[in-house]
């Protein structure tokens, strides 16, 4: 079985920083690209920002500048730094990761609880 728990999120004024994470952990081979979502009330889970196992990075416009997505490769997890807050940040994040559980095994698919983070303004 495969687990992905994140931690870092909470209620932060505007314009100041988090650091989220998530650790992968269990019957792991090799793990793909990692990346997070958001999803804020009454709209659709969005893509935050991704990083390939090489580093390659991509990030949605409206966090482009202000987040940054990295990962610990030895520690299957992944980092998203977030500063410069905003009010329309606030959202649940949560953690995805492409992963392969067996040499023999397809890539799945997995998914974090989510961890909130709230900007005011």
């Known amino acids: 079985q495969v687990q992905l728990v994140e931690s870092g999120g909470g209620l932060v004024q505007a314009g100041e920083s988090l650091r989220l994470s998530c650790a992968a952990s269990?019957?792991?081979?090799?793990?793909?690209?990692m990346g997070w979502y958001r999803q804020a009330p009454g709209k659709q889970r969005e893509l935050v920002a991704v990083?390939?196992?090489?580093?390659?990075?991509n990030y949605a416009d409206s966090v482009k500048g202000r987040f940054t997505i990295s990962r610990d490769n030895a520690k299957n997890t992944v980092y998203l730094q977030m500063n410069s807050l905003k009010p329309e940040d606030t959202a649940v994040y949560y953690c995805?990761?492409?992963?392969?559980?067996?040499?023999?095994?397809?890539?799945?698919?997995?998914w974090g609880q989510g961890t909130q983070v709230t900007v005011s303004s």
């Open positions: 995805n990761a492409l992963i392969r559980r067996s040499f023999l095994a397809g890539t799945g698919d997995y």
């Open positions: 269990g019957s792991i081979f090799s793990i793909n690209a």
């Open positions: 990083i390939t196992s090489g580093g390659s990075t």
